[in-house]
């Protein structure tokens, strides 16, 4: 099983600031990961695949990068809606497995 | 638009299988993706429990496998899953959700469901 591993697990940022969470595999997923975005009693909502593509609709400001075991998710300038938990996922072996999460909060 | 709808009781006693259904709206389950279930432990993180193909192939958590059914009903256009032997380690919200094909990334969910395991 691939173990996924997020940091910080919470990190504190103003509005209109930059974000950056990371997360890091266990062993090569290549670019085979994707970030979702939970906020509190609703279900995670897909931002980016590939590591680096935006899902439909998500803006501009979120941007991933990384591969291998390395991944960076970054939210150029936090809005008051993107304060939330994110959660990285690979796929590029079964089980599939998600990081811990990160929960970007205002400072 | 995709939907996806989990259903069934919120509560379970320890012992007893939890049986959950997963109804699928705006897309026929048979013109393919994965379809899975998620759960998630009341203040934590996200564990995949497993996924089936609309011809019924599956992939399960080898951590869950052997207490783990999930199965496809496509002419009710819904999905269900299983879970055995539950303890008060289960209680989680379990989400449905559709994966990719290629990619198995989750791309739409449903609301999720609170399953609480207590006697």
Redesign the interface.
Known sequence: ?IVMTQSPATLSVSPGERATLSCRASQSVSS?L?W?QQKPG?????LI??ASTR?TGIPARFSGSGSGTEFTLTISSLQSEDFAVY?C?Q?NN????????TKVEIK | QVQLQESGPGLVKPSETLSLTCAVSGYSISSGYYWGWIRQPPGKGLEWIGSIYHSGSTYYNPSLKSRVTISVDTSKNQFSLKLSSVTAADTAVYYCARLEVVTAIFDYWGQGTLVTVSS
């Open positions: 099983e085979n994707a979702y609703q279900a995670p909502r897909l695949y590939g899902a959660y996922q796929y079964w089980p599939l497995t998600f990081g811990q999460g």
